[in-house]
């Protein structure tokens, strides 16, 4: 177990809509990662947050978004759902923003299916 | 284009012999390296890292080499066990001022270690 959480586990959903997927970090870590694995894909780096704010940006389209909150909790945001956003979502958590040394814990994922 | 590749999707050895996984990056400012292993409904575990200024790590049965000329890295597993049969990603940072840390991963080799 790696002490990052992340709901739901499994999402069902159909093209046009918007779900929410959430993560809580492990304890005391202030940085929480977003990250896409498509089939045949390695895992696509989508957005950083460190400490509520955006600090880098990967890959995502503009129908994501994300957010970290106050208690260091982050939703990811998917709308406008469409067949090729089906994929696994990871979250990851780490203690800073960078830096060697600050690897990064993963959460189970969510697997989003858009039928 | 892909920055980290990892040319061989599987591998596969005997219970006790050697394993080893490669990887190849392009990005010339990559500066910290990372392995990680996935088993099939679990998110990515960190397994071993390096640092730009090393050529060698080892922890226990687990060692990574880097060839920075090359830009190549390798990960040598001895002896292989039957619960090392999993699938295994090659990651890389750019941690250039530490401000960001978001992994740039290969599409991962599935090694198979039968008894």
């Known amino acids: 177990d790696s002490g990052v959480t992340q709901t739901p586990k499994h999402l069902i959903t159909a093209t046009g809509q918007r779900v929410t997927l959430r993560c809580s970090p492990r304890?005391?870590?202030?940085?929480v990662y977003w990250y896409q694995q498509s089939l045949d894909q390695g895992l696509q780096f989508l957005i950083q947050?460190?400490?509520?704010?955006?600090?880098a940006k990967g890959n995502i389209l503009e129908r994501f978004s994300a957010q970290q909150f106050p208690d260091l909790h982050s939703e990811l945001n998917l709308s406008s759902l469409e067949l090729g956003d089906s994929a696994l979502y990871f979250c990851?958590?780490?203690?800073?923003?960078?830096?060697?040394?600050?690897?990064?814990?993963f959460g189970p994922g969510t697997r989003l299916t858009v039928l | 284009d892909q920055q980290v590749k990892q040319n061989s999707p599987s591998l596969s050895v005997q219970e006790g012999r050697i394993s080893i996984l490669n990887c190849d990056y392009t990005?010339?400012?990559?500066?910290?390296f990372l392995w990680y292993k996935k088993y099939p409904a679990e998110g990515p575990t960190f397994l071993i890292s390096?640092?730009?200024?090393?050529d060698k790590n080892e922890d226990g049965r687990f060692t990574v080499f880097l060839n920075k000329s090359a830009k190549h890295l390798s990960l040598h597993i001895v002896p292989s066990q039957p619960g090392d049969s999993a699938v295994y990603f090659c990651?890389?940072?750019?941690?250039?001022?530490?401000?960001?840390?978001?992994?740039?991963f290969g599409k991962g080799t599935k090694l198979s270690v039968k008894p």
């Open positions: 390096i640092s730009s200024i090393k």
């Open positions: 990851a958590s780490s203690v800073a923003a960078g830096g060697p040394h600050n690897e990064q814990f």
């Open positions: 304890s005391g870590d202030l940085s």
């Open positions: 990651a890389a940072s750019s941690n250039y001022g530490g401000s960001q840390g978001n992994l740039i």
């Open positions: 947050y460190y400490n509520g704010e955006e600090r």
């Open positions: 990005n010339s400012m990559f500066d910290y």
